[in-house]
């Protein structure tokens, strides 16, 4: 699981050798990947790690369980299990998994971690077998397509989404903004798979290197291109996690039980309300109140798992009005965070004219707005909401050879719609931004005092 964060002490030992391999997840390994976690099990588990027959991300776990095929995809290696994957090799660093303590690895070409290994959507095996074809009541020998990481199916479902004009939030596009600029080419978009955590990935023809964003990683979703994911570890369940601990959630959930609507259209609805009376813009209700979002670590692009989340601003108010305020700040603080990673990105090369979200948090009108505010640049919804399984089906179709990896994103792309900034809100966020930033190093300071 990757919210375990039980390998810290792993992560940094393996972080400590500064190997080469290290510059392609960020100049430091994430204790998240699959490299701490196996050096976790085999420190702390040793029956376990005795008995060990293969190591799977979840993803070639699931295509094995189909096929019997033990083939591994690039995707999961290179971007989990620090695979050595360019435009010239695919290998794994023997020097690098000796180094940090995992020898047995190495041991019978790889077998434990993969020694046959597939481009994404490539056949798998000879597609399912009997008793796989019998418990999903389809044919013996479908083909199965090469899997990717369940974030990398959204991302392959949301970028080939092609747009018009129209604006689905009523705002008014800044005067400096091509309308167009949302449907240039691939590697000038970004795509926000928003959920339980967040992941940003951005496309790019060239091998660009970002510190504390990991990647660039080479054909690990579409053929010929280079990767590079940052992300949020925790988005979603921030948000869920102050509304469940705050002490008017038993009021919100009555008004929004005996309203019908969710409890995030409650508070959204309290907002409004309350800038109405106050006469300012929603986004002012937060003027004295911030927050740091890192209540689970930082993932991208500060990359550190030890930092913590911070509140500033809080009163004795309890009700729903206050709840509602700090929901806003921490939807704020994630779209912040996004500014932040994009920030890192183009410092490195990149340059990103537009969101492409898909994930939970995208049918929260609330969140992408503020995305598209606060970073500047237009968002893309998809109209195929399921983003994933689209990304998934698309695998499948270049399996059964109806496409190639670069025919498939326009093929079944479809359409979507564009919530465009909002102009008026930009002086606003330019000053809390300043504050989001400032939050970071008084919390890095603190610590120094601390420690001395």
Known sequence: MWMDHRAWEEAEVINRTRHDVLKYVGGKISLEME??????????????????????????????????????????????????????????????LCKVGLVELTQDNHQNIGNVVLNPGEPCGQGLTHESAADLDLNPGTAVGTSVVDAYAGCLGTLGCSTGISSIDGGSSPPNLDKDK???????????????????????????????????????????????????????????????????????????????????????????????????PIEELTKNLHVWPDFHGNRSPVADSTLCGMISGLTLCSGLQDLAALYLAVIQALAYGTRHI???????????????????????????????????????????????????????????????????????????SVVWPQKETFSYHEKKYKVFKNMLEHQKLYREIMNN
């Open 35 to 96: 490299i701490p976690k196996i050096l976790w099990i085999k420190q702390n588990l040793p029956e376990t790690w005795q008995n060990v027959g293969h190591f799977f991300d979840l993803p070639d776990f699931l295509t094995w369980k189909a096929t019997g095929s033990l083939s591994r995809s690039v995707c999961s290696l290179a971007c989990k299990f620090c695979f050595q994957a360019n435009d010239q090799e695919r290998t794994w660093n023997d020097d690098f």
């Open 182 to 280: 949302c449907v240039h080419g691939i590697e000038t978009r970004l795509a926000m798979i928003c959920g339980t955590s967040t992941c940003h990935m951005a496309l790019s023809k060239e091998p660009l290197f970002c510190n504390g964003i990991w990647g660039p990683y080479y054909s690990t979703m579409i053929a010929g291109y280079w990767n590079n994911e940052a992300g949020q570890s925790v988005a979603g369940k921030l948000i869920d996690y102050m509304i469940e601990t705050h002490p008017a959630l038993p009021q919100l959930k009555d008004i929004s039980r005996k309203s019908n609507k969710t409890l995030y259209d409650t508070l959204s609805d309290h907002l409004k309300i309350k800038a109405g009376a106050k006469n300012i």
């Open 342 to 416: 994009i920030e890192s990105l183009e410092a490195s090369g990149h340059s990103i004219k537009g969101i492409y979200a898909c994930g939970g948090l995208s049918k929260n009108q609330l969140y992408i707005q503020t995305h598209s505010n606060i970073t500047g640049l237009p968002v893309i919804l998809p109209d195929k909401t399921e983003s994933v399984l689209l990304g998934a089906a698309m695998l499948g179709a270049q399996a059964c050879k109806y496409y190639t990896s670069e025919q498939v994103l326009e093929a079944m792309g479809g359409t979507g």
